[in-house]
């Protein structure tokens, strides 16, 4: 149902004869759409739930422009597009000079599970909601300048008019389609190389066997299985934590070194976050008798080897609703 027809339920023609807890109800319809919106934008769960809340309230308090030209959802989107653009201009740095983005925060498949279906689920859509949620695409993203960074959000991922664009941005036609070209050949710079290749989708027998194989080697702190699975040009970082490792020696060189091998016992549990398999890995902690959190490494496979690995601390497992600890086998 939507929130034009809600009003009509109501008996009322706009937006400023709603009280606030039927204005709250309105939005709250369009909460996970919107924070995925920010988080895109933005690279950060937390920022993106501290700007659709700013957005929820300049709604209410702008509530009487609300025209009815548009919809309340794509109202709701503007306002939270420069919502974001306000934040970006205030307090982000840009990423650093070697391409990581120290700002990056895991996003939780569960919660992507909660978007409203859409009356454009057609594969090709659905590919574009996948593809552009993943770390590869939100890293490149966090590349672009703030505005041309809205309007391929807005133009190429939620396929809003030029027109709109323009509207929501307070720029002309023009400049919106300008800016989108510079956009999307930043983009190019900054994607991978088989970008083209993804195709979304469920995960194959062979992805699901590598990522076996990995968990299992890692559990084993088998560093020799492990560079097997790594292409040449792997890339790994760990947000917020500086450094980009790029290569599979240098990979492995700084596990090494940060004495990976030393490590006391590790368990293991599959998982998802932004459409990429995952693996949370816990410690051993004798005091405790179980394991508790280590890390989430998140996987980008291609061609049947790992081409990426980014590496979350244990501050995200709440957020993604895994377990505090594991038992002494290590298993859920």
Known sequence: MSADTRLEEL????????????????AERHRRELHVHCYRMLGSFEDAEDTVQETFLRAWRRRETFEGRSTFRAWL????????????????PEPATGGEVLWLQPYPD????????????????????????????????????????????LRDVLGWPAK???ETLGDSVNSVNSAL????????????AERQDWTGGEQ???????????????????????????RDD???????????????DTVVNDWVEDGFESLGGLGALPTSVNRQPAIAFYLWQEQEDAYLPLTID?????GGAITEIVIFHDDQFPRLGLPERLPADGTE
């Open 11 to 26: 008996g009322v023609s706009g937006l400023s004869e709603v009280d606030e807890p039927a204005f709250s109800e309105l």
């Open 77 to 92: 989107y503007r306002i939270a597009t420069n919502a974001c653009l306000d934040l970006l201009a205030k307090c982000r």
């Open 110 to 153: 569960r919660l992507l599970d909660e978007l409203p279906a859409s009356d454009a689920d057609e594969p090709e859509t659905v590919a574009v909601a996948r593809e552009t949620i993943e770390l590869a695409y939100l890293v490149a993203v966090q590349h672009l300048a703030p505005r041309p960074r809205a309007v391929l959000i």
């Open 164 to 166: 709109d664009v323009a």
């Open 181 to 192: 070209q510079r956009a999307r050949a930043g983009m190019r710079e900054h994607l991978p």
């Open 204 to 230: 194959d027998a062979g992805t699901r066997e590598l990522v076996r194989r990995f968990t299992d080697a890692s559990v084993a702190k088998d560093l020799d299985g492990i560079a097997a699975m790594l």
């Open 234 to 248: 792997v890339r790994c970082s760990m947000p917020p934590t500086p450094g980009l490792y790029v290569g599979r």
């Open 298 to 302: 998140v996987l980008r496979i291609t």
